[in-house]
Nanobody
């Protein structure tokens, strides 16, 4: 199983970023995909999940700003992040069950 996350970077508050995760090595169109994040000095937290049928859930702090989506034809899961705030600064990880991607760093400056 491989989960390759990309799309992180440095942005100013209020701007947007789109993270992407390319998955391989398993049957992608079944099961839940998720994005987690870990800020400096904090525990890893769940940001968003999407089921095989496209149902989504978000942590309260990102509701209305972030959108998770999956492309079953291309084995990808994305996280569109709008109105970014400094508190969104973290390493973002793609997740499937016990498998983790390498993480991509998002830094939001004020």
């Amino acid at each position: 199983v491989q989960l390759q996350a990309s799309g992180g970077g440095l942005v100013q508050a209020g701007r947007s970023l789109r993270l992407s995760c390319a998955a391989s090595g398993f049957t992608f169109n079944t099961g839940i995909m998720a994005w987690y994040r870990q800020a400096p000095g904090k525990q890893r937290e769940l940001v968003a999940i999407i089921s095989s049928l496209g149902s989504t859930e978000y942590v309260d702090s990102v509701k209305g700003r972030f959108t998770i989506a999956r492309g079953n034809a291309k084995n990808t899961v994305t996280l569109q992040m709008n109105s970014l705030q400094p508190e969104d600064t973290a390493v973002y990880y793609c997740n499937r069950a016990q498998f983790w991607g390498q993480g991509t760093l998002v830094t939001v400056s004020s």
